[in-house]
């Protein structure tokens, strides 16, 4: 089964507005990481967490390792956050990074 | 900032075909991975590298081979491409062998017909 488990799917925003993505794991994350994927395709990090949290500008994001989840809040939301944002997490026992299946995020004027 | 690019952006192969995509970053990071992105699953991880001659199975490596011949370079092999694995493809690299921020290439869209 998915290791990683993001919601929404899909959301749709209203500038100006705030939100939160969310991403539960089924099993032990030892670090966390966000990336969003703008319409061209590319993929930008934007936080690296181990457990606790990180702010960026309009951007914080969580990371609860013992409740195993993590998330992802936007303030005051403008049209370039739009786009697909993913969750990944460093799994204990595990070597690699597991993917969520993203939240398209659209921003509307 | 650190530098990855994928050869090539897009790439249509028949089926029975070999397809070599390549993968080039220029921070000397020691690790390296081979993403697949298809709707609905996310990024799956194909094969990745802890460094130049090593390369190790991901979650789906069945029908790719990889090669680390240096440290700048990851290519990922379709020895008999197969419609199946007509995708985007991501490469990746970072620091630290227990994964730290990962820096991706701009992808490759492969289509087998």
């Known amino acids: 089964g998915d290791k990683v488990k993001q919601s929404p799917s899909a959301l749709s925003l209203q500038e100006g507005t705030n939100s939160a993505l969310r991403c539960n794991f089924s099993?032990?994350?030892?670090?966390v990481q966000w990336f969003l994927q703008n319409p061209r395709g590319s993929l930008m990090n934007l936080f690296y967490l181990v457990p606790g949290t990180k702010e960026n500008g309009r951007l914080k994001s969580a990371f609860d390792s013992k409740e195993s989840y993590s998330t992802l809040h936007i303030r005051d939301a403008q049209l370039e956050d739009s786009g697909t944002y993913f969750c990944?997490?460093?799994?204990?026992?595990?070597?690699?990074?597991?993917f969520g299946s993203g939240t398209k995020l659209t921003v509307e004027p | 900032e650190a530098a990855v690019t994928q050869s090539p952006r897009n790439k249509v192969a028949v089926t029975g075909g070999k397809v070599t995509l390549s993968c080039n970053q220029t921070?000397?990071?020691?690790?390296m991975y081979w993403y697949r992105q298809d709707t609905g699953h996310g990024l799956r991880l194909i094969h990745y590298?802890?460094?130049?001659?090593?390369?190790e199975k991901g979650d789906i490596p069945d029908g790719y081979k990889a090669s680390r011949p240096s440290q700048e370079n990851f290519s990922l092999i379709l020895e008999l491409a197969t419609p199946s694995q007509t995708s985007v493809y991501f490469c990746?690299?970072?620091?630290?062998?227990?994964?730290?921020?990962?820096?991706f290439g701009a992808g490759t869209r492969l289509s087998v017909l």
């Open positions: 921070n000397n990071h020691n690790n």
């Open positions: 590298s802890y460094g130049a001659g090593s390369t």
């Open positions: 990746a690299s970072g620091d630290g062998w227990r994964q730290n921020t990962l820096y």
């Open positions: 099993i032990a994350a030892t670090t």
């Open positions: 990944a997490a460093l799994m204990s026992n595990y070597n690699v990074l597991y």
